[in-house]
Nanobody, 124 residues
Framework: QVQLVESGGGLVQAGGSLRLSCAAS????????MGWFRQAPGKEREFVAV????????YYIDSVKGRFTISRDNAKNTVYLQMNSLKPEDTAVYYC?????????????????WGKGTLVTVSS
């Protein structure tokens, strides 16, 4: 059974940092793109960042560029999201996702696999 399990969320003050982790199990994800979406209260889910499986290419939504860094450890079947200079508008449930395709993550959300989310709350 394939599972993606997020961890690392919590409460942090504006300007602070958190690192989210997504541990995958049930199969290897070395050949999959893996990334993060988020959903703020009262808003629709939006794409945040993705990293490809074969080349390590990354792509970020404009609002997090320069602040967030996505990385992966294929030996641990885990993807990370380092979040620095956090802002109150970053408050959301963050969801890990994996898909065989790397292209167009910013404009689609039909991922092969989803985690159940971890809550990030940024206070002002």
């Amino acid at each position: 059974q394939v599972q993606l399990v997020e961890s690392g969320g919590g409460l942090v003050q504006a300007g602070g940092s958190l690192r989210l982790s997504c541990a995958a199990s049930g199969q290897t994800f070395k050949g999959y793109a893996m990334g993060w979406f988020r959903q703020a209260p009262g808003k629709e889910r939006e794409f945040v960042a993705v990293i490809s499986g074969h080349t390590g290419s990354t792509y970020y939504i404009d609002s997090v560029k320069g602040r967030f860094t996505i990385s992966r450890d294929n030996a641990k079947n885990t993807v990370y999201l380092q979040m620095n200079s956090l802002k109150p508008e970053d408050t959301a449930v963050y969801y890990c996702a994996a898909d065989f395709l790397f292209a167009n993550w910013a404009s689609r959300n039909n991922m092969d696999y989803w985690g159940k989310g971890t809550l990030v709350t940024v206070s002002s």
